[in-house]
């Protein structure tokens, strides 16, 4: 094989790619993780995560965060800020094309996470005035206001009841009248008095001059519309995979999150998916972790073989 920068290319310094990080750097492999911001990916903005297993009291998403990448890099991985462009993966080398260079590896694995779904009901002219995808990040703005929180997914829940310790009240709108989220969370939601369920209604719009004063809600069995009169609003419907750069080089399900096998292999040989980016029935901290340790030692093994 030509000469190569890496053996090893990692995209996104989330669980998925610091346990991959990980385990390819004790490989001893030639590794370089690639993250356009922050290591630590969606759990820096989760308040409390209690379902990791080895820490029985639970531990807050940023100092996991730092634990894994503090781990990561003491074992010797090298971690760059960069934004990936584009992948040329039609030769055998891997291309990894940054803004102002492009990086040649023998194999690559793509750790890129997913970011929250929008609804187009003013996010981005309302983004930091009133519209949040974060709880964590902006909830204390929120101290004795009233939020509507939109979706009925772990995230929406467990965040919801996060918003209750500041908020003095939140509306959680639901499309249907029933949770998606896993049932701890609904008990507690149920179980909070700061939070009332707007079942089987959607959000069409929000309204505010400086900032949010109501959201528009409609009932989907009814067709009945009104405006819940709120300071905030937080958006929780969902992701979608940080996929951008893929271009078609690889194959991905019908959303662009990437296909892939029991090995993490994907369409592309020597090109391995792991975490929230890859199709997958359980996007959570541990199913990340799982999926970057099995990349990594594939990855391994198909650098030995070529
Ligand atoms: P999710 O599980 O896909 O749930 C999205 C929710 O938003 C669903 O309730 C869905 O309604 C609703 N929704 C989707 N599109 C909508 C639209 N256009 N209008 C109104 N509502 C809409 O997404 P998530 O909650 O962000 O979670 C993502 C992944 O991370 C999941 O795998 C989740 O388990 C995981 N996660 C785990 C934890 C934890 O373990 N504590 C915490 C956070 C996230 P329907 O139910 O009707 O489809």
Redesign the pocket.
């Known amino acids: 094989m030509a000469d190569t920068d890496y053996d090893l290319v990692i995209i996104g310094a989330g669980p998925a790619g610091l346990t991959a990080g990980l385990y390819a750097a004790r490989a001893r492999m030639k590794v370089l993780l690639l993250e356009k911001a922050v290591p630590g990916g969606q759990i820096l903005v989760t308040d409390w995560v209690e379902?990791y297993p080895g820490f029985p009291e639970g531990i807050s998403g940023y100092d996991l965060a730092e634990k894994m990448r503090i781990q990561a890099e003491e074992l010797g991985l090298e971690i760059e800020t960069a934004q990936v462009h584009s992948l040329n993966l039609s030769a055998d080398i891997k291309e990894i094309v940054l803004k102002d260079r492009s990086i040649r590896a023998k194999s690559l694995i793509i750790a890129s996470g997913a970011s929250p779904?929008k609804?187009g009901i003013g996010e981005d002219k309302y983004m930091g005035k009133g519209i949040s995808f974060c709880a964590t990040c902006d909830a204390p703005f929120f101290r004795d206001k009233t939020v509507v929180a939109?979706?009925?997914?772990?995230?929406?829940v467990?965040e919801a009841i996060f918003l209750t310790k500041f908020a003095k009240k939140v509306y959680l709108v639901?499309?249907?009248d029933e949770l998606?989220a896993?049932k701890i969370l609904q008990e507690r939601a149920f179980a909070n008095d700061k939070i009332e369920f707007v079942w089987d209604s959607?959000a069409t719009g929000v309204e505010g001059f400086f900032g949010i004063e109501g959201v528009h809600v409609k009932n989907v069995k009814t067709q009945e519309e009104k405006t819940i009169k709120a300071d905030g609003c937080f958006i929780?419907?969902?992701?979608l995979p940080n996929a951008e750069f893929l271009k078609g080089s690889i194959k991905t399900d019908e959303y662009g999150f990437i296909i892939a096998d029991a090995k993490m292999q994907t369409s592309v040989p020597g090109v391995y998916a792991a975490g929230d980016v890859r199709d997958t029935p359980?996007?959570?901290i541990s199913t990340a972790v799982g999926d970057g340790a099995i990349a990594a030692v594939c990855a391994e093994h198909y650098i030995e073989n070529l």
């Open positions: 379902n779904k609804l939109i979706g009925g997914g772990d995230t929406a467990q639901h499309r249907r998606r896993t959607v929780w419907v969902g992701i359980l996007r959570q």
